[in-house]
């Protein structure tokens, strides 16, 4: 059983572009990542010399990939998905899926249906076997309130694949059947968005990462706080938990010592624990307890954290960052 | 008649230089103690010769540090070059940010310098360095560029302000004001802090116009009886400064956007760039030779691809709505629009995703009068060094008054000492000039 209190890096791989996001292939070392250098990897993280297979290319920052069964589908700021046979080993479909960057892309826990979020702010579901897309999923607004466009930054599907959360940048929070596309819920959490009319002129911040707990009644939403000099990511990391179905907030929980974005949140498999991970110049572990009221272990992370791929018993967690992938284990 | 007619530019309403001066003659000195009504150039020939005469400048100030990257050098395939694509402008072979579609169809009109080396990348010293051309020294403080344009291009029976510069926001504007150096405080610019309008400028309700005149009267005659027998230039300037406050009270209209169509606002964009950008360009409509319209807050340590991509669109519009405005009123030839900031900012991606400050190799923008459209030097492929035609800030600014037919080796003198518009031996950039 995985403990958080027996957290300890195992080894830092260090890369040649910034790792966006991180797919795991189940019961394995292998995974696969997208990166700045507009590359999808594949690599053994468990090999004794870290040789990161350059696969295939998007035409800008790879922000998703996400493993359905024997399929890789990853997206990038190019508005590509792109579909990967990983036992051919070919790219075996590409589609012009959104008009502007994608954000993140998201695989049911059953791998039936693969969701992709974009700044066009669209959320689109796509079978991913076929490749064919389900439905759209419109409602998160264009533009801020101050008239830039805005950016639809995270999702995440419930453990039974029923439900799809999805946020944005200023905030706001939907919850969508996935059967029917039906919005069945609204919330937000203000706070994670810092728009400056005063020094600035711009804004900064949004949410950055969903989970729903395993039973899928509470939604944890990432982020940061309130951003007094939007210069830089200098407020503390920011993690709200919502009983998502009441539309109600129950938890508001700021880190009393790292600052930065939560960039993605994992419950643990038996929801006793929530890993928030991110960063600003440096990274973060931050484990809370199921309630958002204790901070069970927070870590520091050798880079800016973006994404975390966990084992299924989340006793091997891996992170993807700034020019580098870090190992953990928190064997019990 | 609308606007546009108003200020078509058509040849069709020249005048010669003395037909010029007689019809001012005939005009009678009100409409040049007023310069401040729109509709008061009415007159086609008047308006005509107007802009023969004078070239303006309208100065984009990206307060901060803009990213060349993601504007106007960008890197496409480099681990420097960040997500943003690069699109072909109208200009055979250049390619800017694709965050810039309005200006890429607008190129043929820009020139843009990719080698700014100008050594400075803090913020204080830099937006100094970039508001004057060169640094004070012990016992001289260098007039700014508006400053310059004011004394050279403004006209002494001109009642609107000479210079008049914008910056709203509160982040980096004590570092960059605008300032007259030893030219005194008649070049001071006009500056809104607060909001679009000026404030203060108003006649107090409770005194007439005729009040409001014999005191000023009186003040002139106290002020002239003060005046004899000293020599001052600090007297004259303070003299000069009250003469012009009646023209700035009744330069209010000015300010007044709504006097622009919705489409016209629309153009421009409804935010607080687009509307000051609209208002400089009323205002060197009417005559003003230098608005600094100033743009913060560039600065993005953290999170530089998400600011860039609030701010570059909105710098894109305004640009664009500019050139094509001042196009259509026949005012772009006469005009020159500087986007400029203190620096640019680094190649390379910090672990926030941010850019930092970076004066080695940056750019800038030339657009309207004086200036060949296209690029002139070139970064390496990193962007981390000027490769080809490297230019410093003394040099852009020889470059900038020569586009303005202002000699850069003109002497100011203080005193008896002669002070050089730009650092001694600075030649300007002579294959951009038009």
């Avoid at chain 1, 695989?107 to 959320?123: L, N, Y």
């Avoid at chain 1, 407020?235 to 880190?255: C, G, H, M, N, P």
Wanted: contains cysteine; proline residues 4%.
């Amino acid at each position: 059983m995985a403990n958080p209190d027996k957290l300890k890096l195992v080894k830092d791989l260090s890369h040649k572009a910034i790792a966006f996001s991180i797919a795991r292939v189940p019961n394995s070392n292998r995974v696969y990542f997208g990166c700045s250098d507009f590359k999808v990897y594949e690599a053994d993280v468990s090999a004794s010399k870290f040789e990161p297979k350059d696969l295939y290319a998007h035409g800008s920052y790879v922000t998703g990939v996400a493993l359905a069964g024997k399929a890789l589908i990853s997206g990038g700021y190019d508005g590509k998905l792109t579909w990967y046979d990983t036992d051919s080993k070919k790219v075996i479909r590409s589609e012009e899926a959104h008009s502007k960057w994608i954000r993140g892309v998201f695989a049911s826990r059953d791998g039936k249906i693969v969701a992709s979020i974009a700044d066009d702010m669209v959320c689109r579901l796509w079978d991913a076997e076929s490749g064919k897309p389900l439905r759209e999923l419109r409602g998160h607004a264009e533009k801020t309130p101050h008239g830039f466009g805005s950016m639809l930054y995270a999702a995440a599907f419930s453990a039974d694949g029923k439900y799809l959360a999805t946020a944005d940048k200023v905030a706001k929070i939907k919850v969508w059947e996935v059967a029917t596309g039906k919005s069945v819920a609204e919330m937000e959490a203000p706070i994670m968005y810092t728009w400056d009319p005063v020094q600035r002129l711009h804004s900064i911040g949004g949410i950055r990462s969903l989970a729903f707990t395993p039973d899928g009644k509470t939604l944890a939403v990432g982020g940061t706080g309130k951003i007094g000099n939007i210069d830089h990511l200098e407020a503390k990391a920011r993690i709200e938990l919502f009983d998502w179905a009441a539309q109600k907030r129950l938890v508001e929980y700021t880190s009393d010592k790292y600052q930065g974005i939560v960039n993605h949140l994992e419950y643990a498999p038996d929801g006793s624990w929530l890993l928030g991970a991110g960063g600003a110049n440096e990274g973060f572990f931050i484990f809370i307890d199921a309630a958002g009221k204790k901070t069970l272990r927070g870590e520091k992370v050798g880079m800016h954290v973006h994404d975390v791929a966990s084992s299924e018993n989340a006793e091997t967690v891996i992170a993807a960052g700034h020019n580098k992938l870090a190992i953990y284990e928190m064997k019990g | 008649m609308g606007k546009h007619k108003t200020f078509c530019g058509s040849g069709d309403h020249a005048i010669s230089r003395r037909g010029f001066l007689g019809t001012a003659a005939a005009l009678g000195t009100a409409a040049f103690a007023d310069m401040t009504q729109l509709n008061l150039l009415s007159n086609p020939a008047l308006a005509g010769e107007l802009k023969k005469q004078q070239k303006r400048v309208i100065l984009l100030w990206l307060a901060g540090g803009a990213s060349q990257v993601e504007t106007w050098d960008p890197k496409p395939g480099a681990a420097t070059g960040g997500p943003f694509r690069a699109i072909q402008t109208a200009m055979p072979g250049v390619h800017i940010s694709e965050l810039m579609p309005r200006m890429a169809d607008r190129m043929k009109h820009t020139l843009v310098i990719r080698s700014l080396n100008t050594k400075n990348a803090d913020h204080g010293g830099a937006s100094k360095l970039m508001m004057r051309g060169r640094r004070d020294e012990a016992n001289v403080k260098f007039p700014d560029l508006g400053a310059v344009v004011a004394r050279e291009m403004g006209r002494a029976d001109s009642k609107v302000p000479d210079y008049v510069t914008f910056y709203t926001q509160t982040e980096g504007r004590g570092m960059a004001p605008g300032d007259a150096g030893f030219l005194g405080s008649r070049y001071a610019p006009m500056e809104l802090t607060t909001n679009n309008m000026p404030e203060n400028i108003r006649k107090v309700d409770g005194i007439s116009e005729l009040d409001h005149q014999q005191r000023a009267d009186l003040r002139d005659l106290l002020s002239k009886q003060f005046a004899q027998g000293r020599t001052s230039p600090t007297l004259g300037s303070q003299n000069e400064a009250y003469q012009r406050v009646r023209g700035l009270m009744s330069s209010e209209a000015l300010f007044d956007i709504t006097k622009e169509s919705d489409k016209v606002r629309d153009m421009y964009g409804r935010g607080q760039f687009g509307e000051q950008t609209l208002i400089a360009r009323r205002l060197i409509e009417a005559g003003v030779p230098f608005v600094r319209v100033a743009r913060a807050w560039w600065d993005s340590h953290g999170q530089n691809f998400e600011t860039h991509q609030e701010m570059v669109p909105e710098l894109d519009q305004v640009m664009a709505a500019l050139i094509d405005d001042l196009k259509d009123r026949g005012l772009l030839e006469h005009t020159l629009i500087i986007t400029l900031a203190e620096f640019g900012r680094t190649p390379s991606i910090n672990p926030s995703l941010g850019r930092d400050h970076f004066a080695s190799a940056w750019s800038c923008s030339l657009t309207g009068t004086g200036v060949k459209p296209g690029v002139y030097g070139k970064s390496d492929a990193t962007g981390n060094k000027v490769a080809e035609g490297e230019v410093d800030a003394a040099k852009l600014f020889a470059t900038i008054y020569s586009a303005l037919g202002i000699n850069p080796h003109k002497n100011y003198y203080l005193g008896a000492r002669p002070i050089p518009l730009v650092e001694p031996g600075t030649e300007p950039i002579t294959e951009v000039l038009a």
